[in-house]
Every structure is written in C-alpha cells, then in structure tokens.
T-cell receptor, first 113, second 115 residues
Framework: GQQVMQIPQYQHVQEGEDFTTYCNSS?????IQWYKQRPGGHPVFLIQ?????EVKKQKRLTFQFGEAKKNSSLHITATQTTDVGTYFC?????????????FGQGTTLQVKP | GAVVSQHPSRVICKSGTSVKIECRSL??????MFWYRQFPKQSLMLMAT?????????EQGVEKDKFLINHASLTLSTLTVTSAHPEDSSFYIC???????????FGQGTRLTVV
C-alpha cells in the first residue's frame, strides 16, 4: 500500500536557527497537505500543495512539492519557540480528491530559547 | 474555518465494556468522515472511512466488528470500541472535509484508557 515517509523524526534547534522536514511518498500524490500538532492537541491544517513543483510561503514557512509529486518539504526560517510541535505531511494518492489522507510519521520540533 | 467537534475528550473504561465516540461537523455537512488512531509520539493511522448512509470502509488490519462505525446523518459519525481491552488504549481522532475544500478538519480527539 501507499507509504509516506518523513524525516527526521526529531529535531532540536536553537531559537533563530532554521528547520526543515522532508516527506517522501512511494506513489504519486494528487496533493500533499501539511499539519501541525501541538502537544496534547489535534492536527491543524497548514497548507495544501497540488501542482508539480509548487512552492508556497506562509511568513517564515516555505512549502515545496516535488516535480514528480512524490516528495515535499517544509522549511522554517529563524525558528521561534511558538514553532514547537509535531509537523505532519499527509498525502492523497492518485488523481482523485477523496479526502483520504495517509500521514507521514511526523517530525517533532523542539526549540531552545 | 469549519468546526468538527469530537466527544468525549477523555474516557476511562473497564476491560470488556464498550465505548462510543461521537464526531460532529458543526457548520457543514460531511458525507465522508475519517477515523484515525494515534499512539503516543506516533503518526495518525487511518482506521476507516465513514460514509453517510452506507457501510464504512476499513483499512487493512482493522477489525470492523471491534470498531463499529455508524454515519447516520450528514453531521454525525460515531465510532464504538466494543469489548475494549487495554491494548485499545489510544488517542482516537476523526476528521471531515467540507465540500468546498480538500482541507481536513480534525476533531479534538478522544483519549481512551482501558483499565
């Protein structure tokens, strides 16, 4: 079945440093979504990427979708303590938008003030 | 944004009993809802797709007789963990999508502890 791999599993950074998490799917995705989950909370939608090679920015966050639509990355510039949490990528397989998401393992970010 | 409400947020039950978890879309209709399970410090594992008015679709390895799903209306899906055992203890979370968006809106999750 479809698998979505995400690395690294954990990342500890000093406040102000950059952070990147990578996501790779075994199959082509119709779209990829990114979510953030704070400790004890539920996943919150960040963004969706649909087009091959798409790049989207949200303030200090930059999201990329690979040309083959099988990989993606999230880059945070100059991390802040509010960025702490687990970041999940989630892919939707194939060409149809069914809403059925397969989640990566998540990357837990810790930021030292 | 759209709101999905999940209840209860926490539940402790005895082994052998059943527990029902509700997932409601408060301001939109959801023909499809999804149920996930999340173990501590792990990812969300899709358990099943809940379809309004029809049988749920279960992922491989998920026992449909143990995890009963009912999606009786366009705003409510329920997950019943039957004959619960300690290994069923986990964080269960539902999601739904509005027709106008492919974004998934998650409920707050239910932390189930079976003692």
């Amino acid at each position: 079945g479809q698998q979505v791999m995400q690395i690294p599993q954990y990342q500890h950074v000093q406040e102000g440093e950059d952070f990147t998490t990578y996501c790779n799917s075994s199959t082509t995705l119709s779209n990829i979504q990114w979510y953030k989950q704070r400790p004890g909370g539920h996943p919150v939608f960040l963004i969706q990427l649909v087009k091959s090679g798409e790049v989207k920015k949200q303030k200090r966050l930059t999201f990329q979708f690979g040309e083959a639509k099988k990989n993606s990355s999230l880059h945070i510039t100059a991390t802040q303590t509010t960025d702490v949490g687990t970041y999940f990528c989630a892919g939707e397989q194939g060409s149809s938008n069914t809403g059925k998401l397969i989640f990566g393992q998540g990357t837990t970010l810790q930021v030292k003030p | 944004g759209a709101v999905v409400s999940q209840h209860p947020s926490r539940v402790i039950c005895k082994s052998g009993t059943s527990v029902k978890i509700e997932c409601r879309s408060l301001d939109f209709q959801a023909t499809t809802m999804f149920w996930y399970r999340q173990f501590p410090k792990q990812s969300l594992m899709l358990m099943a797709t809940s379809n309004e008015g029809s049988k749920a679709t279960y992922e491989q390895g998920v026992e449909k007789d143990k995890f009963l799903i009912n999606h009786a209306s366009l705003t409510l899906s329920t997950l019943t963990v039957t004959s619960a055992h300690p290994e069923d203890s986990s964080f269960y979370i539902c999601s739904a999508g509005a027709h106008s968006s492919t974004e998934a809106f998650f409920g707050q999750g239910t932390r189930l502890t079976v003692v």
